[in-house]
C-alpha cells in the first residue's frame, strides 16, 4: 500500500522541436485510491503510466511512491504490478507459470508460490486453466490472467494500461465492474489508464483528463461532470457530448437564435470586465428538452434519432447567425419526434448552463 | 490489431498451415502442381542421390562410361573410409565437429546478443551497426587472407582451431544479425516490459523471455552458423597447421582429391559421410525455417 | 540529468562481444588489405617469422591500381572478369529469384505432401557445398558423367562441360542455381505467407482476375523481403567463390573477379598477394556502389530501408 505523487514530471522526447509527451504533471494519488487518467489517444496518457512504471525516463521533476523517490529506480525496485493493454503474457509458459513469475524472481519458495497462484486463480475463476499455455485461452480468460498475474505479487501499486480495450463490449462492461469490486477488496493503490470516458466516470474514485501531454483537471466523477475546469473537459466527459456553441452576448445574456439564455449579474459583470463579446455557451443534452409554441426556445430541425428504448437523443441544426448549428437534445424514448420535423428546444434549467471563454476555453464561474 | 504475446506462436502455426488459395482445384490443375513439383525435388535430390549410388560402387565401375545404378555395390567404401585407410577420416570428422559446434554456439550468442540491442534500444551507433551487419557480408573474405593470418598470429592464434572458429564467426554473424534482428522485431515490446515489471534486468529478459520465444530466429541462425563451418575450405586450409590429424573434412577431402582422383567411389562415400551431419541438423530446424528466415528478411 | 553512459550501458555491453570479434577481425584486416594494395608485397618481400626475415615490400602508391583498371591481361583483364562477373551474378539471381519465386508459389497452396516437397526441395541447401560441387563436377564428367550419358542416350552432342570454353560459365551457373534456389523459395514462401489472406478475398470481391491478384497484392506484399533477398543475393553470388573454385579449378572462361584475387594469391610462384588486396579492395567498391544505388532506387519507390 502506498500513496503515489507525480511532482511537475515530465517526459519529452527529442527533436525540433522537442515534443513534451507528458508536460510538468503535478498529480497526487492516495493510498488506497483509484485513480484514472483519460485523454484522448496522444494525450500522454499511457506515457505518464509508464513513467511511473520505470518503462519511460522521467526528463524533469521526479515520481514518488510511498514518499520515497524512484525517478532513477529500474521497475523492479517500485514494488509494482502491471497490466498491459496487449496483456504481455508469457507465451512460453502456463498459466500458472505466468501467474507466479515474479515470485520465483523474488525467491519466493515453490509451495508458497503454489499457494498465492491457487488463492489469486480462486479469486478470478481461473483454477482450471493453471496448466494451459496462454494461446489456449479466449480473451477473457487471457484479461484475467494478466490481472491474476498482477494481484499474485502484492505490489504496492497496481498500474492498468486499457486493460479492457481488447474484451467485446459486454465482456467489458462485466470486467469493468470485476475491476472495481476487486480494487476495492484489495485496497490496493491503483493507477488506470483509458481513452473510454465511460470506464473513467464508472471506476475511478478520481478521475485525471489530460490532453496533449497537460493536466486538465483532476476530481471526482461527478466534480468533471458538473463543472468542468474547461470546455475540452467538458466536451469530453459525458456521452453524447456536450453542446458547445460560441454566441454573441446581450446586455442580459446569451443569444442562441430565438433563446436568450439569460446569465446571472455577476456572471456579466466579469465577462464584461474581460472585454469578451461573446462566449462559448454549453448545455448537456439532458439539459434540453422539448417545449411548446409559446416558451423560449429555437427551432431545430431534426436530422437524426438515435433511440436507445429509455431514452432517444435528437441531433439536429438550429441556425445561429444565419449559420446551421449541431445540437443534441434527450427527450423521453416513448414519444420521439420525426426525422425532418421541426421541434422547439429549450432549456429545462437555467442554472444548468456552463460558460467559457472563447479564447483561453476556460470556465466563467457563474 | 491486438499485439497479443500468445499470438506469436499462433502465426508460427498460421505460417504453415494458412490456406490462401481455392481448396478445391480441378484435375488437371492439380496434376500439373504436383507434377511441377516432384520434377522440382528430383532435380533437387537428384545429385545426393546419385553420390549414394555412386559411393556404394568400386572405384573402378564408378567411372565407367555407361553408368548403372547397382554395379557389384557394397559398403565397403564406407568402411574403407572410415577405418582410416584413406587419411585419417575420424579425426578429420572429430575436428569438424568440434570447430563447427563452436562456431555455432559463438555465432548464436554473439549475434543474438548485437541483435536484441539493436532490436530493442535507439543507442547512438544503432544505425551504423545496422548497416555494418550489410557492409560485412560484401567483404571478399577470401583476398583477407594474410591480413587475417597475421592478425591470428599477432593473438596467437594461428593454427588453431579457436581461431578458425573465430575467423568463421565473423562471416556468419553478420547475416544471422540481421536475420534475428528481424525476429526479435516481432516479439512485442510488451513482453520485455511486463518481464522488467516482474523483476528482470535487460539482460534476463533477454536470455529468460526474448531467446526462449525465437527459437525459430535462433534455429535458423544455428543452421546457417553450422553450415558455414562445416563445409568450408579456403580458411581452414590457410589458418590450421599441415599435419593430416588436425585437418577438418572440407580440407581433408579436398586433398584426398586432388591426391586419387580416379577414387569416385571412395570420395562419394565419403561425401556422404560429410554430409549426414549437415543433413541431420538440417532436419531438426527444417520446421522453423519458414516462420525463422521471413521475418528476419521481411523486416530486416 | 542522467548520463549518456548510463542511459545506454546494457545496450552497449550487449553489442561489445560482437562488435570487438568482428573488429578485430574484419575491421583490422581489410586496412591492412587496404594497405596491401599500395604495396608490391608478396611472398617473396612479407615478413615470414618462421624464417626470421623482415619484411621488405614497398610502398608503390597507385601503381596496382593503375595496373588491373588499365585491363592489361597479365593483371587478370579486369574489364573482361568484371563483365564475366556482372553476367554470372545477375543470371544466378535472376534464376535464384524467378525459380524460387514460382516454386514458392506453388509450395504455398495448400495440397497433399506439401511437407515433404518442401524438405526435399531445401536439400540443396543442407549438403556442404563442396560435397555439392564433388556431386556436379563428377555428373559433368564429359566420359561418364550421368549428364553426358543421359544426352547420348538421347543422340544430342555430349560436350566437354567444365573444358576451355563458355560452356563451363554455363555449368557452374546452373550449380550455383541449384545451391541457391532453396533459400530464396524458403524466404519467398515466408513472406507469402505473411500476406494477409483478406486481401486475397478483398481482391476476389473487387474481381480480380488470378494475374492481376499476383501483380496487385502478392507482388507488393513481396516487396519488402524481395527487397533484402535481392540484395543478399546479389551480394554472395558476387563473391561466391567456392562453387567455381572447386568445379571448374583454375579455368580463364569461369574467371571471376573474387575466383582471380584467389588465383592471384594462391597460384604462381611469386603468390601475388598485392594484386590479390588491389582485386579485394575492388570488389568492395563494386559492391559499395551496387549497394548505394539499389538503396536509392528502393527509397524513391518509397521502400524505408
Redesign the interface.
Known sequence: MAEVAYVNASRVYPGSPPVRAVDELKLDVADGEFLVLVGPSGSGKSTALRML???E?VDEGAIEIGGKDVT?V???GRD???V?????????MTVGENMG??LK??GVSKPDIKAKVAEAAKMLDLEKYLDR???A?SGGQ?QRVAMG?AIV?EPSVFLMDEPLS?LDAKLRVETRANIAALQRRLGTTTIYVTHDQVEAMTMGHRVAVLKDGLLQQCDTPRALYETPANAFVAAFIGSPGMNLKTVPLTAAGAQLDGLEVPLPRTTLDKVGADGLKEVTFGVRPESLGLVGAGEDGMELTVELVEELGADAYVYGSVRIADQPERFIVRVDGRTPPALGQTVRVGLRDHSEIHLFNPETGARIEG | M?????????TENAAIAKPTGHVKRSRLASFGLHGALTVASLIAVFPVFWVFITSLKPDAKAAETTPTLFNESSFDNYANVLAGEKGAFLSWFANSAVIAILTTVISVFLSATAAYAVSRFRFPGYRGMMLSFLLIQMFPFAVLIVPLYNILLMLGLQGTSFGLVLVYCTTAVPFCAYMLKGYFDTI?R??D?????????PFSVFWR?VL??SKPGVAVTAFYAFLTAWGEVAFASAFLSASDESKTLAVGLQVFVQQNRTEWGHLAAASILVAIPAVIVFYLVQKFLVAGLASGAVKG | M?GFFS?HWYAYAMVLPAVIVTGVLVVLPLLQGAYYSFTNINESNIANPVLDRPASYEFTGLDNYANVLSGDASYGSFWDILLRTLIWTFACVGLHFVIGLALALLLNRPMRGRGVYRVLLILPWAVPAFISAFAWKYMFNAQYGIINQVLRALGLPDPVWLGQSDLALIAVILVNVWLGVPFMMMTLLGGLQSISGSLYEAAEIDGATPWQKFRNVTMPGLRSVSSTVILLGTIWTFNMFAVVYLITGINPNTRLLITYAFERFFNGASRDYAIASTYGVLILSVLLVFASVYRRALRRQGEVW
Open positions: 512504471a520505470g518503462l525516463d532513477n529500474p521497475p523492479k509494482i504490478a502491471m498491459f493493454q496487449s496483456y504481455a503474457l508469457y507465451p512460453h513469475f515474479a524472481l523474488r499455455k496462454p494461446k485461452l487471457r498475474r505479487r481488447n | 491486438s499485439l497479443d504475446a500468445a499470438s506469436i506462436k499462433a512485442p510488451d513482453i516490459e511486463a518481464g522488467r515489471i516482474d523483476g528482470l534486468s523471455l526462449p520465444l | 542522467r542511459r
